[in-house]
C-alpha cells in the first residue's frame, strides 16, 4: 500500500512544502485515499495512502511515537505486527489505531532501527529520529516493496518511485551508460543502478543510516538467503508435510485486511494453490485471468491462453471469476503507461500484468500472487540442469552466464551501441556483476550437483525474482492495487532453504546418470524434464485439481512472437525504424534492423529483446525527451 517520499538537507537548508507536495503528487496513483506530510525545517516527509488496514483517520502518515522521537512514512504491509503488537504493550506503549504502522513506529522507540529485522512482511520506510538528527532508510527482506534514493554529498531524497526523485528541483537527470549496457545483457538489474545516473535502488534487506556528518551511504545488510545448508536428514514426507502447514499459514497471515481481498488465477499450480487455500477464508473469492486471442497465434505459443484451467478452478473454488482477453493491439496502447510506472526496466513482457491488475483494482483492493514458488522450489528444472554437472566454480560461472545474457551478449555490444555509447562502457562491467551476486555470499560451494543447483536458487532469488516483485508492484500500483506474495513469508522461505534438492526436482537422480555424449540425451535434459516444484506439488494434492498438479510450468506471457510477425509488426517498425526514434542516439538502427527483419521473417525468435528495445524507446521519449501522455502526467 501507499507511496513514500523524503528529503534530508544535511546542510540544515529548509525544504519547502511546495516542492515535496508536487514530489508525492508524481505517486498519486499509488495512494487515492489520502495524502500527509511532516515538514520541520531540513527534513521533509511525505505519504500517499492506500488504506488497507484501518481506513480511518488514525491511520494516517507520516505517524509519529507517542513520545515524539520518531517520524515515519511507511508503504507495505506487517504480517506479524499483532504478535509484536501485544510484545510492545507489555513494554508500556499504547496504540491509538489498529495499523501496522503505529507498530512500526513504537517498535522504533522500543528497539531502534534493529527493530526492522524482525517484521514479517514486505516493506519501505522512512523513518526521522528527531533526538539523532539522522535519517533511516530500510527495505524488507526479499525487495518486495521498492525503495529508491539520491544522495548528492549535501542532499538525500527518496521515494518508492524515481519519477518523486526527477521532481526534486536540483536533480538533473541523465542516462546512467553502466546501467544501459546492464540491462541489455540481463534484462534486469544485477547491481542496484538504475537507468537514472545517481539513483541507486535500496537492496532488500538493507538499512542505511544518514546524518548531517555523513559523507556517503553506507549500506548495512542484515538478512541474506542461504541454500547453503539443507537438511540432509529430512525425509521427503517431513518435507511434504511441513512445506503444507507453513504454506497455509502463510496465505492466512496474507489474507488479513480490512477491505476486500481477491487473487490472481491463472492455470498453474502457484496461483491455484494459493485460490484453494484462500477460498477458504472468504464465502466467495474474487478471482481474475488475462487471457489472450489465439486466432492467429502458431507453434508452441498456441497453448499460452490458460483461460480453461483457470475456469477449471474457479468453478472448482466457486470463486467469483472475471477474465480479460488482450489482442495484439493492446500493446500499442498500454506500453507507454507501463513504461512510465515501471520507470526501472525490469524482466520480462509485462504488459499483461498491467491489464490484470488493472481488472482486479475494479473489485478488490488487494490480490494475492504466486510469484516465488519457483525460486524456492526449484520451478525452472531446465536452466539447473545445464550447469548441474559443472566440475568447477569457474566452469559453473562460464555456463551460467552464458545463459543469463538473455538480450545481447558481450561479444555483440559493439553493433549493438553506437560509438559514442560503447566508448563509455565496460564490455567486462557485466560479468563481473554476475560474479559478485555469487561471491557476496562466502557459504556457496560448488563441488556437487546439489550445490550448483542451490547456488542456483539463491542467484535466482537475488536477482530474477526481485524483477519480478518490482515488476508486481509497480504495475499494480498504477492501479491503486496492492499485491501480496504468499510464499514470500518468512517462515516458509526460511523452511524451503532447508529443504534438499532431491525433494525438489524429481528426476534429479535420473539426471545424475544420463549419458550426455549419446545423441539427444543433453537436449532431453535441458527441455524435456518438468520435474521442478516435486515436494510443493505432493503438499498441494488434496487441494487443488490433479490435472493443474501435474501441468507443464507455463509463464504468464502474451504470444508475442506469433504476434510481432503479425499484426504488431508495423508498429515495431514504426517505432524503432524511423526518423523520430529516439533511443537511435544509443542503440544502432542497423542492428534493431536486423533484429527486427530476422524475428518477422522467422528466422529467430528476437522477442524478449524487440520488447527491450520498445520499452527503452518509451524510456528515452518519457524521461529524457518529457514527452507527455494523456492522463499520466
Not at 491511520?59 to 504480517?79: A, D
Not at 514458488?373 to 562460464?398: A, C, H, N, T
Not at 524475428?599 to 518519457?622: A, K, P, T, V
Request: hydrophobic share 35%; net charge neutral.
Amino acid at each position: 500500500m501507499c507511496g513514500i517520499v523524503g528529503v534530508f538537507n544535511l546542510d540544515g537548508q529548509p525544504f519547502s512544502r511546495n516542492h515535496i507536495q508536487r514530489m508525492n503528487d508524481s505517486l498519486a496513483h499509488r495512494g487515492p485515499d489520502g495524502e500527509g506530510y511532516f515538514i520541520k525545517e531540513n527534513i521533509a516527509l511525505a505519504h500517499k495512502r492506500l488504506a488497507i488496514l484501518d481506513t480511518s483517520t488514525k491511520g494516517l502518515q507520516p505517524m509519529t511515537s507517542k513520545n515524539g522521537n520518531w517520524v515515519i512514512t511507511f508503504n507495505g504491509c506487517i504480517y506479524n505486527y499483532l504478535e509484536l503488537k501485544q510484545e510492545l504493550k507489555a513494554k508500556g506503549h499504547s496504540f491509538v489505531s489498529t495499523t501496522d504502522t503505529e507498530v512500526i513506529v513504537e517498535g522504533l522507540e522500543a528497539y531502534g532501527p534493529t527493530f526492522f529485522e524482525r517484521l514479517d512482511g514486505m516493506f519501505a520506510v522512512g523513518a526521522w529520529n528527531k533526538e539523532e538528527k539522522t535519517i533511516y532508510l530500510s527495505r524488507d527482506r526479499y525487495g518486495i516493496k521498492p525503495l529508491y534514493y539520491w544522495f548528492s554529498g549535501k542532499t538525500l531524497v527518496f521515494a518508492s518511485e524515481v519519477k518523486a526523485i526527477l521532481a526534486h528541483p536540483d536533480f538533473s537527470l541523465k542516462l546512467n551508460f553502466s546501467a544501459l549496457n546492464e540491462y541489455f545483457s540481463f534484462q534486469n538489474m544485477f547491481s542496484y543502478n538504475t537507468l537514472f545516473e545517481g539513483v541507486i535502488m535500496l537492496p532488500p534487506a538493507n538499512t542505511v543510516k544518514v546524518s548531517s556528518t555523513s559523507t556517503f551511504v553506507k549500506h548495512y545488510s542484515w538478512w541474506d538467503y542461504d541454500y547453503s545448508n539443507p537438511d540432509e536428514t529430512m525425509s521427503f514426507e517431513e518435507a511434504k508435510i511441513e512445506t503444507e502447514r507453513l504454506f497455509k499459514n502463510a496465505v492466512a497471515k496474507q489474507m488479513i485486511s480490512d477491505v476486500p481481498v481477491g487473487s490472481y488465477l491463472s492455470g498453474g499450480m502457484d496461483s491455484g494453490s494459493i485460490t484453494a487455500l484462500a477460498s477458504r477464508h472468504v464465502d466467495r473469492l474474487s478471482t481474475f485471468t488475462c487471457g489472450f486471442d489465439m486466432s492467429e497465434v502458431t507453434g508452441v505459443e498456441a497453448n499460452y491462453d490458460e483461460r480453461r484451467d483457470a475456469e477449471l478452478m474457479a468453478n472448482y473454488f466457486k470463486t467469483e471469476h472475471y477474465e480479460q482477453v488482450l489482442n495484439a493491439g493492446d500493446i500499442k496502447w498500454s506500453l507507454p503507461k507501463l513504461v512510465y510506472h515501471l520507470e526501472d526496466l525490469r524482466v520480462g513482457m509485462s504488459y499483461p500484468n498491467y491489464y490484470i491488475s488493472r481488472l482486479a483494482s475494479k473489485f478488490v483492493k488487494v490480490c494475492l500472487q504466486g510469484t516465488g514458488g519457483d525460486e524456492l522450489f526449484g520451478g525452472y528444472p531446465w536452466r539447473y540442469y545445464r550447469i548441474f554437472k559443472s566440475v568447477s566454480q569457474r566452469e559453473y560461472f562460464d555456463l551460467y552466464y552464458q545463459f543469463w545474457q538473455r538480450l545481447v551478449s558481450d561479444h555483440q555490444k559493439k553493433d549493438l551501441f553506437n560509438p559514442n555509447v560503447y566508448s563509455k562502457i565496460n564490455t567486462e562491467e557485466p560479468r563481473e556483476i554476475f560474479e559478485r551476486v555469487f561471491t557476496f555470499n562466502k557459504k556457496l560451494n560448488y563441488e556437487s550437483p546439489e550445490q550448483h543447483i542451490n547456488n542456483s536458487l539463491y542467484f535466482e532469488s537475488k536477482t530474477f525474482l526481485p524483477g519480478l516483485l518490482l515488476v508486481g508492484d509497480k504495475l499494480s500500483m498504477a492501479n491503486g492495487l496492492e499485491e501480496r506474495f504468499p510464499f514470500m513469508d518468512n517462515d516458509l522461505v526460511n523452511f524451503a532453504q532447508k529443504i534438499p534438492v532431491r525433494h525438489k526436482l524429481g528426476n534429479l537422480e535420473q539426471m545424475k546418470k544420463l549419458d550426455e555424449n549419446v545423441f539427444g540425451n543433453k537436449r532431453k535434459q535441458y527441455q524435456e524434464f518438468d520435474d521442478g516444484k516435486n515436494v510443493l506439488r505432493k503438499a498441494m494434492m488434496d487441494f487443488i485439481p490433479e490435472k493443474i498438479i501435474k501441468r507443464k510450468k507455463q509463464g504468464f506471457s502474451a504470444p508475442d512472437e506469433s504476434w510481432y510477425r503479425g499484426e504488431n509488426a508495423d508498429y515495431i517498425k514504426e517505432l524503432l525504424l524511423n526518423k523520430k526514434t529516439v533511443s537511435s542516439e544509443f542503440i544502432s538502427q542497423d542492428f534493431i534492423k536486423k533484429i527486427v527483419d530476422e524475428h518477422i521473417n522467422d528466422r529467430i525468435n528476437h522477442r524478449l529483446l524487440i520488447w527491450s528495445f520498445m520499452n527503452f524507446e518509451w524510456w528515452c521519449r518519457i524521461f529524457l525527451n518529457n514527452e507527455k501522455l494523456d492522463g499520466q502526467r
